[in-house]
């Protein structure tokens, strides 16, 4: 008799049917799963969950059921795919917290996992700024930033390379943005500092040195890209921070000034 060959199990499967499980009933707490990503999937039998939830919409009573179901849950998927499933909880009013202070662990955690359920998309954004190293928004989160890699990835040219294009981006975009304000057409990127010379500099509007630290940017980034730089130290980019934090200030106040004239 000839033998059926076994179908192999899809590596999501069992944490798909646990998530349905515990959203069955609890849907409107839970903001979102996911999974603390292993190196072998296919292969895992141990498995943890992270399961994100809004403790100040649900009572105590509610709270308690909720971990009850999902310790059911667990059992439910243990016994019927013969693995290990841990799940663990976060208050949401907590990690966001951590989220807004930059913590680096928790940023390192959301790198290293795959979301299951996200359906307000509140995970995936931070995981795909994660992967990108574009956690700067402010000047003091750019420095903890660059602290986090001299510390954790010092030799990692990659990230280096994307440290300094978002230096590079906002830099770019700041002054095309200051050159359209004074009614200027906007100049291709590696030009950005020709035309503030132009535009601003040689009219005594604008300080020469901030097309001077354009240009040093654009061809530090260029350079490094191109692999006519072959390194760059932190306190390169810690200098080249600090630059392109004045000169986003600077191209800011030109912005406002040409409104005020306007209006």
């Known amino acids: 008799m000839k033998k059926t060959k076994k179908t192999q199990r899809e ?36 498995f943890s969950v992270v399961i994100l939830i809004d403790y100040r919409k649900i009572s105590p009573a509610r709270k308690k059921s909720l971990k009850k179901d999902v310790a059911n849950a667990e059992k439910i998927i243990e016994k019927k795919y013969k693995i290990d499933l841990h799940s663990g909880f976060y208050d949401l009013e907590k990690y966001f917290e951590k ?13 290293h996992s795959i979301p299951l359920y996200d359906p307000t998309n509140f995970f995936t954004p931070l ?13 003091e989160a750019t420095f903890r930033l660059i602290d986090s890699v001299k ?12 440290v300094l294009d978002e230096i590079y981006s ?5 002054g095309q943005a200051a050159l359209l304000a004074a009614n200027y057409s906007i100049p291709v990127q590696k ?21 001077k630290w354009a240009e040093e940017i654009v061809s530090t980034f260029k350079g490094f890209e191109h692999g006519m730089i072959k390194d760059i130290s932190g306190q390169q980019i810690d200098d080249l921070v600090v630059k392109g934090t004045r000169f986003i200030k600077r191209m800011d106040d030109l912005v406002r000034e040409y409104e005020r004239k306007r209006s």
């Open 11 to 46: 590596p999501f499967e069992p944490l798909k049917k646990f998530c349905a499980l515990t959203l069955k009933k609890h849907s409107k707490e839970i903001k979102a799963i996911w999974l603390l990503a292993t190196e072998n999937l296919e292969k895992e039998k141990d």
């Open 99 to 111: 989220i807004m202070t930059n913590d680096t662990e928790m940023f390192n955690e959301i790198l």
């Open 127 to 139: 995981k795909i700024l994660a992967r990108r190293g574009r956690i700067l928004g402010t000047k």
């Open 151 to 162: 510390e954790h990835f010092k030799s990692i040219h990659d990230f280096k390379l994307e």
């Open 170 to 174: 906002s830099v770019i975009d700041a």
């Open 191 to 211: 030009h950005l500092a020709k035309h503030l010379k132009r535009c601003f500099v040689s009219k005594g509007i604008l300080e020469k040195e901030y097309a």
